[in-house]
């Protein structure tokens, strides 16, 4: 039988909860002694089927270091229930796009799947299972973890199903440091004398100073400044530093007015053509990499690796290969740090305003033939003793417990995960399996005291490399958050993360947006290009270009939606 929609399964699953048979070829490896788990409770528990199944998972992310669960976490997984992942992951920074579309088209779907910004398209297709049910009956750690934000879960107000369980952030997340922002080399800073970096022309000044100093590194042409471009990466390094560099938070391609809740594509916003002026500045003055909107993602990390970069606009996890490359070579001295940089002073970076539970999420698909042990298997992985597994590790070898009940990792562990990452990664496992699961966010305390994850202050600086404390200690910091203005600073957003609100995957405003993406990702670059007096007019045609393909009506469009999810998010009645 072909399951029709999402809403039809879910209806005959609620009849019959035990389905007979597994997902994907349930007679691979496992192990028939796994004794369970401790669940939130911290208390040892029986698990009532800890036969082997294979589920299969397609991850809408890359992850080079996947080891095929052979590292020391996914082995103690799958004795723990039984579960064997056959995982594919997308290549490169494709995001899924082009093999969820495919799937979409196709009905072939995997069992488990993290779709990422495509998950309204295997919805439409009727390919996702609604989890609602299945939460409620078989996964009491789900349950437990979202009790106070399960309408943060429902895919809208006309349809309230959870098609998907958020994974790639945790709840009630306190942020302890940053990992983004606009990023300079330890040596480049040390050189000169520790400089006050907090605008642009700062930021600038730093790079160009230093690269008249030394023009080549290693007998290679020395780079002040290279962005990435490749596909979607540009809205990372290229389009959004535009409004966290003029006081707006990151509501992906959009601006919302928070008084009125009136959505514009950001690039609107008069300021942020002003950063893109700066950009254009930085081209001219050779200080920008000419290549840097023609090289591929490959090519820019290599250059990272190769020590020759003296700064960046990106978000660490786009280069941290690259970093973890130099930190394996002991060139500690050419990693990053990170500066809340803005246009003017007048400006406050927004990186750390909350936008509340909410994010991409792990899904169950209409093709799995066990969802019942589905679910159970990602609520045991969101159990207390499953998010220590997947944090910390294994006990004995990556952490120990001291007299005191604390976790304490030591210190030939964290000189690896420091110096020697991806080797590391690929054995342990630690860190591998975050999207298989829900999890509190880092400053949570577990119910032995301890932080569920290693992301707390005391640990963060023992993960620093020696330039890093050394330039920290310079600017009279613990973290490079430090810099940063506090969430605190911002209230949250009522809308939560727009990179996760539906939109209509089909009709015009598909057609309008695609329209005007191809006309940012042609243009922005073109006017950053340009000569200086011919900046103002490409950029103004593109604003008009914008309109001509019919963004202001995608825009009212999106007003509407944002007016419906502050709604659902709050329960106040939106004019």
């Not at 009630?172 to 605008?199: C, H, M, N, W």
Request: glycine letters at 8%.
């Amino acid at each position: 039988m072909k399951w029709k929609t999402p809403k039809t399964f879910a209806a005959l699953l609620l009849a019959s909860t035990l389905l007979v048979g597994g997902c994907g070829n349930s007679g691979k490896s496992g192990n028939d002694s796994a004794t369970g788990n401790k669940g939130n409770a911290g208390q040892e528990q029986k698990a009532d089927d800890n036969s082997p199944i294979t589920f299969t998972f397609f991850g809408a992310d890359a992850s080079p270091n996947w080891n095929n669960m052979q590292d020391d976490v996914g082995k103690v997984i799958t004795e723990k229930t039984g579960v064997t992942i056959d995982a594919e992951y997308d290549v490169g920074s494709g995001g899924g796009e082009q093999k969820i579309s495919l799937m979409a088209a196709s009905g072939e779907v995997p069992d488990i799947i993290f779709a990422k910004g495509n998950l309204g398209k295997l919805i439409d297709a009727g390919l996702l299972v609604d989890l609602a049910p299945l939460i409620e009956e078989h996964a009491p750690n789900i349950k437990k973890i979202f009790e106070k934000d399960m309408n943060r879960l429902k895919y809208s107000n006309e349809d309230q199903a959870i098609y998907s369980i958020m994974t790639n952030g945790g709840v009630d997340q306190q942020s302890f440091d940053a990992t983004g922002g606009f990023e300079i080399q330890q040596r480049v800073l040390k050189e000169l004398g520790y400089p006050k970096v907090r605008t642009v022309k700062d930021f600038e000044n730093v790079l160009k100073q230093y690269v008249e100093k030394h023009p080549t590194t290693d007998g290679q042409p020395t780079i002040p400044l290279t962005l990435n471009a490749d596909d979607w990466r540009i809205m990372i390094t290229v389009t959004n530093p535009a409004f966290l560099a003029t006081g707006a938070p990151d509501d992906g391609e959009y601006y919302v007015n928070p008084e009125t809740y009136e959505a514009k594509l950001h690039y609107k916003r008069p300021e942020e053509k002003e950063y893109f002026r700066w950009l254009n500045h930085m081209y001219n003055e050779g200080l920008l990499d000419k290549d840097s909107f023609v090289q591929k993602e490959d090519q820019y990390k290599a250059k990272i690796a190769s020590g020759r970069v003296l700064g960046l606009i990106d978000q660490e996890w786009g280069y941290q290969d690259a970093e973890n490359a130099l930190k394996t070579a002991g060139k500690d001295e050419y990693t990053y740090a990170h500066f809340p940089v803005t246009l003017t002073e007048e400006y406050e970076d927004h990186s750390f305003q909350s936008a509340g539970v909410d994010g991409y999420g792990i899904s169950i698909t209409t093709a799995c033939k066990d969802p019942v042990r589905a679910i159970k298997f990602l609520d045991w992985m969101s159990s207390e003793e499953g998010q220590i597994l997947r944090n910390w590790g294994i006990e004995g070898k990556h952490y120990t417990v001291d007299a005191n009940g604390t976790r304490v990792i030591p210190a030939e562990i964290q000189d690896r995960k420091v110096n020697d990452a991806t080797n590391f990664q690929k054995e342990s496992g630690i860190g591998m399996y975050l999207t298989l699961g829900a999890r509190y966010g880092d400053g949570v305390k577990d119910s032995t005291g301890n932080y569920y994850t290693t992301n707390f202050p005391e640990q963060i600086i023992a993960g620093y490399t020696e330039a890093e404390k050394e330039t920290l200690k310079a600017y009279n910091l613990t973290t490079w958050k430090d810099l940063f203005p506090a969430e605190d600073a911002f209230p949250a957003k009522e809308w939560g993360a727009l990179y996760n609100m539906p939109v209509p995957t089909d009709g015009d405003y598909q057609v309008i947006f695609k329209k005007t993406q191809d006309i940012i990702r042609k243009r922005i670059p073109e006017a950053i290009l340009a000569k200086p007096a011919d900046f103002d007019k490409i950029y103004d045609t593109f604003l008009a270009e914008l309109d001509k393909a019919g963004a202001e009506k995608m825009e009212a469009e999106y007003t509407e939606l944002v007016k419906a999810r502050v709604s659902l998010f709050t329960g106040k009645e939106i004019q």
